[in-house]
């Protein structure tokens, strides 16, 4: 199943962080799917609707774990980005972008090219 590799689903648990991720990524011309929920999430990774993963650091460890998982199964090409609070690096993530450096720094991360389009197996 081929993923849409300009579509950013971007999860958080907090409605006013989704919708300025949300806005950030439209103006930089990425598609957004935004949800609040685990199994939302899910049902888009399963859909392959995406081809970007954003999680953001207010989902526990278990969701991120269970999400990476799913993601990586289901889209092997995708790209995921991971939104922090601190300066560690989470395992697993292509790309760590600092919440403190506001929602268009994903953006330019994500258009700057550094992220794969395709990666190899």
Do not use: W
């Not at 790209?79 to 790309?95: I, L, Q």
Request: net charge negative; with cysteine.
């Amino acid at each position: 199943m081929k993923s849409n590799e300009n579509t950013v689903l971007s999860f958080s648990h907090a409605p006013d962080l989704l919708l300025q991720r949300e806005a950030a990524l439209r103006s930089g011309d990425f598609e957004v799917i935004s949800v609040r929920s685990e199994s939302q999430a899910c049902f888009e990774i399963e859909m392959g609707r995406c081809g970007v993963l954003l999680i953001c650091y207010t989902a526990t460890v278990g969701t991120i774990q269970d999400l990476t998982i799913l993601f990586r199964r289901r889209c092997p090409n995708g790209t995921f980005v991971m939104n922090r609070t601190e300066e560690s690096v989470a395992k697993g993530f292509d790309h760590t972008v600092l919440d403190s450096a506001g929602p268009e720094a994903i953006v330019r991360v994500l258009s700057s090219g550094l992220y794969p389009q395709s990666k190899a197996s």
